[in-house]
C-alpha cells in the first residue's frame, strides 16, 4: 500500500508538535502551582487570623487576671496570683513529688524526662472548667498517665482561712507551702465542687499547689475561692462583663460540695487529733489499752508512751509519759485485761514490767526471738495480736535483696506468719505473705491479715489466716521443710489460698497497714462486726464486708473514711472510738505522717452501702437507709465491670479481662433497703466493680460512697443471701 504525502510526518513537525506540548505542560503546572500559592496564602492568612486572634485572647485573659488581683486587693481579700504548671512527674498520686515539697515558683526539677520549670499559664481561669495543656514532655508520658503540678502564689495581708471550690478528671492532691491539705482518688470524671477545702493561709506570701492525674485526654480541672456567694458571684460576673470567656461558667458546684466534699464524711464520722508534746515524734507502730484507760503507743523509734485522758471528750486533756525506751522498732504491741503488755521488736518478744510501780517499764523479759535477721532494712516484724490461749502471733516480712525490689527469704521464717506460745515457743503458722502490716480477729474469732502489692501479690489482699496454709509468695516456701507438716508442704504445690478480698491497688489502698474489726455492737454505727483497713500512701481507710459462700469467705470492700493522714495502727477503745497512730517515714505515707487521732460515730447514720450479697445471678445491695421512691428509675446508670488480676512475678498487676457485664432486671425489697441487680456473667476469679450513681435515700440524704468492689472465689448456687460469717 502506497503512503499519501498527507499521512507521513516530517522531522519539524515532530519538532513542533514536541514544543506544543511542553508549553501545555508548562502551563498546567503553572496552574496547578497558582492555585497551591493561592490555597497557601489562604491558609497562611487564616492562620495569622487565628494566630492574632488566639494572642489577642490571651492578652484578655491576662487582663482579666490582673483586674482579678485588683479587686481582691481593693476588697481585702487574699491575692490568687495566675496559675503556672509545672510536670510531667511520675503517676502515683499520693507520692509527693518536689513541687509539693519546694514548690517555689523559681525552681526546676529534675524529671525522668527531662528538666521542667514552672510556666505561666493565663488560659487557666478560676471559675470555669479548664482543660489542661500537656506540654511536649507530657504528649511523650501520657502513656504512663502521669501527674502534673499547678501552683500558685496567694498573698494573704494576715493568717486566714480561705474556702475553695476544686474538681478534677480523675484523683488529685493539693498542698500549701510545702505540707498536704488534701488526697482525692477517685477515677471518675470532673465534678466542679466535688471537694470544698480550707486553705490555712498564713500571712505573706503562700505558694499553693495541686497534683493531678493526668488519666486522660483533654483532663480538665476546676477551682473556685469562695467569698461569700453574693460577693463571688458579683465579681465573677464582672470580669465576664468586661472580659468574656469563650464557654460557660461552672455552676451548681456549692451544691455538689455539699453532698460530696470530704468534710460531707466528717459528718458521721469525726475525726480528732490529740496534740503530742513537741519534743516527741510519735511514729506509731503498736496500740493497746489498759485496764485503767491509759493508751500505750509503741513507735516505730523504739519508744513505748503512756497516754493518759485519751477517751476524754477534750483531747487537749491528754498526758503523755514516756515508759520505754530503747526497742528495736516496737511496730507491734499488745496490752492484756491484766494490765501486761508486751512488744514485738525486729528481733524479739519481749514483754513490759513495772516492778516497781514508778510509771516506768524497769523490766524487759524475752519471750521469743527465734527467727531470722540479716541487717536487710525490709526485715520488719510487723503487728501482734493474741487468741484466748495465751498465744501471740507476729509477722515476719521477706527481705528486698539489695534494695532492688525482688523479694527473698534469706532467714528462716521471713514471709511467714509465726505463732508465739504462752512459754516462747515459736509456731510457724503459714507462709506465702510478702510485708503484712495488719493482723485482727472477727467476730467469729477467725484471724485475718493484710498483705501489701508488689511481686506475686497483684493488688491488696485481706487473707483469712489458717495454719498450713500458703498464700502466694513463693520465697517463704524454702522453709516449709523444717514445719514438719506433710500437709503444709503440699498446699505449697497447689495454687495459693486466695484472698478473702482484693482491695483496688488505685483507687482505694496503695500500702495496707493495720486491719481492725468493729466488735462495738453498733455503737460505732450500722458496720457490725465489719473489718477497717488502714491505707499509709492514700491516707484512707477501707471498709470490708464479708460473707461466706461455699464454707468460704469473701466479700465486698468500700471507702470509709479519707484524710486521715498515713495510719500504721488502729484499735477501738473501750468508749468505742477508733484510735489511729499515723506513721511514714520511708514508707511514703500521704498526708500526716506521725501522731495520734481518734475515729468517732457522730450518731448520724450516713446513707451507705452497707453490704454486697452475692446471689445465683445477681448481686442483693443493702443500704442503711431506705432509698427514695424512685430509685429504679434513677439507678439506670449502673455499672458492673469484672476483671483479674495476674498472678505473676512483676511487681502488682494491672486490672485483666474486663469486660461489663450486662444488667438485666433491677429491683427493691418493699422496706427500701435492699436492691437487687440481675445479671449475666458472673465468673468465680474475678472481682466486680459496682459503681453506683449518687441515690437519694426516702429521707434525702446522698450516696456518700459510691463504689464496691466485690471478690468471687465461690459462685454461689442459690437465690438467698448468703451465710453471714
Not at 455539699?258 to 503530742?276: G, I, K, N
Not at 499515723?582 to 460515730?601: I, M, N, V
Not at 450479697?613 to 427514695?628: E, K, Q, S
Request: aromatic share 10%; hydrophobic share 35%.
Amino acid at each position: 500500500m502506497r503512503e499519501t504525502a498527507s499521512h507521513r510526518a516530517t522531522l519539524p513537525d515532530v519538532l513542533r508538535s514536541m514544543r506544543a506540548l511542553r508549553w501545555g505542560r508548562l502551563l498546567v503546572l503553572l496552574a496547578v502551582f497558582g492555585v497551591w500559592f493561592a490555597a497557601l496564602g489562604a491558609w497562611r492568612y487564616r492562620q495569622d487570623v487565628a494566630t492574632t486572634r488566639a494572642a489577642a485572647y490571651e492578652t484578655l485573659l491576662i487582663d482579666r487576671q490582673t483586674a482579678y488581683e485588683q479587686w481582691l486587693a481593693v476588697h481585702e481579700r487574699p491575692v490568687f496570683g495566675p496559675w503556672q504548671q509545672v510536670g510531667p512527674f511520675q503517676n502515683i498520686l499520693s507520692i509527693r513529688h518536689e513541687p509539693e515539697r519546694n514548690p517555689s515558683a523559681t525552681a526546676q526539677y529534675g524529671t525522668r524526662w527531662g528538666t521542667v520549670g514552672w510556666q505561666t499559664m493565663p488560659q487557666y481561669v478560676d471559675g470555669y472548667i479548664t482543660p489542661i495543656r500537656l506540654s511536649e514532655f507530657a504528649r511523650e508520658a501520657i502513656a504512663t498517665k502521669p501527674t502534673i503540678c499547678l501552683g500558685r502564689t496567694i498573698q494573704a495581708t494576715s493568717a486566714t482561712n480561705v474556702s475553695t471550690f476544686v474538681g478534677a478528671d480523675g484523683g488529685f492532691s493539693v498542698s500549701l507551702n510545702g505540707e498536704p491539705l488534701l488526697l482525692n482518688d477517685k477515677h471518675g470524671d470532673i465534678q466542679p465542687g466535688e471537694e470544698r477545702l480550707w486553705l490555712p493561709l498564713q500571712a505573706g506570701e503562700n505558694r499553693l499547689v495541686i497534683k493531678l492525674e493526668i488519666n486522660r485526654v483533654p483532663c480538665r480541672f476546676f477551682f473556685q475561692p469562695d467569698f461569700g456567694e453574693p460577693l463571688t458571684d458579683e465579681l465573677l460576673a464582672e470580669l465576664d462583663r468586661r472580659f468574656p470567656i469563650e464557654q460557660p461558667r461552672a455552676t451548681g458546684y456549692r451544691e455538689l460540695a455539699r453532698v460530696s466534699a470530704t468534710d460531707a464524711e466528717d459528718a458521721y464520722y469525726r475525726l480528732t487529733e490529740f496534740p503530742v508534746p513537741d519534743d516527741i515524734l510519735l511514729e506509731g507502730g503498736g496500740l493497746g489499752f489498759l485496764p485503767d484507760g491509759r493508751l500505750a503507743v509503741g513507735t516505730r523509734r523504739g519508744f513505748v508512751y503512756l497516754v493518759e485522758g485519751a477517751t476524754n471528750l477534750e483531747p487537749g486533756q491528754v498526758q503523755f509519759s514516756e515508759y520505754a525506751s530503747g526497742l528495736h522498732e516496737a511496730l507491734g504491741l499488745h496490752t492484756s485485761d491484766n494490765g501486761e503488755m508486751f512488744v514485738v521488736q525486729r528481733g524479739e518478744l519481749t514483754q513490759l514490767l513495772d516492778r516497781d510501780g514508778d510509771g516506768q517499764a524497769d523490766t524487759f523479759r524475752s519471750l521469743c526471738n527465734d527467727w531470722g535477721l540479716t541487717g536487710e532494712y525490709q526485715e520488719y516484724t510487723l503487728d501482734l495480736e493474741r487468741d484466748p490461749a495465751g498465744n501471740f502471733f507476729t509477722a515476719l516480712c521477706l527481705s528486698d535483696e539489695e534494695r532492688r525490689g525482688v523479694s527473698t527469704s534469706n532467714v528462716p521464717w521471713r514471709g511467714w506468719i509465726v505463732q508465739i506460745t504462752p512459754n516462747g515457743e515459736l509456731v510457724p503458722w503459714c507462709c506465702g505473705l510478702r510485708c503484712c502490716n495488719g493482723l485482727c480477729w472477727n467476730s467469729q474469732g477467725d484471724l485475718f491479715a493484710t498483705d501489701n502489692q508488689g511481686q506475686w501479690v497483684p493488688a491488696t489482699p485481706v487473707y483469712h489466716i489458717r495454719k498450713g496454709h500458703y498464700y502466694g509468695s513463693p520465697p517463704s516456701r524454702k522453709w516449709v521443710e523444717r514445719t514438719g507438716s506433710e500437709e503444709a508442704r503440699r498446699r505449697t504445690e497447689r495454687p495459693p489460698t486466695p484472698p478473702a478480698v482484693w482491695i483496688p491497688y488505685e483507687e482505694f489502698c496503695m500500702s495496707a497497714a493495720d486491719i481492725a474489726c468493729d466488735l462495738t455492737d453498733g455503737k460505732f454505727g450500722p458496720f457490725r462486726e465489719q473489718l477497717f483497713v488502714a491505707d499509709m500512701m492514700k491516707g484512707t481507710i477501707v471498709r470490708v464486708a464479708l460473707e461466706k459462700v461455699n464454707g468460704e469467705y469473701q466479700g465486698a470492700c468500700f471507702l470509709f473514711r479519707r484524710g486521715v493522714g498515713a495510719v500504721n495502727r488502729m484499735t477501738f477503745g473501750p468508749d468505742d472510738r477508733l484510735y489511729l497512730a499515723r506513721a511514714s517515714r520511708g514508707w511514703a505515707g500521704a498526708g500526716q505522717g506521725d501522731g495520734l487521732a481518734r475515729l468517732e460515730f457522730t450518731g448520724r447514720t450516713p446513707f451507705e452501702v452497707e453490704t454486697v450479697h452475692l446471689l445465683r445471678d445477681a448481686f442483693a445491695i443493702r443500704f442503711t437507709l431506705p432509698l427514695a421512691a424512685d430509685a429504679v428509675e434513677r439507678t439506670a446508670a449502673i455499672t458492673i465491670e469484672q476483671f483479674r488480676y495476674e498472678y505473676w512475678e512483676e511487681y502488682g498487676s494491672p486490672k485483666i479481662d474486663r469486660e461489663l457485664l450486662p444488667v438485666r432486671e433491677l429491683a427493691v425489697s418493699p422496706d427500701g433497703l435492699m436492691l437487687t441487680i440481675r445479671v449475666d456473667g458472673q465468673q468465680a476469679g474475678r472481682v466486680c466493680h459496682l459503681s453506683l450513681p449518687r441515690l437519694q435515700s426516702a429521707t434525702g440524704e446522698t450516696l456518700l460512697h459510691t463504689d464496691a468492689f466485690y471478690t468471687i472465689n465461690s459462685l454461689d448456687s442459690g437465690d438467698e443471701v448468703a451465710q453471714q460469717p
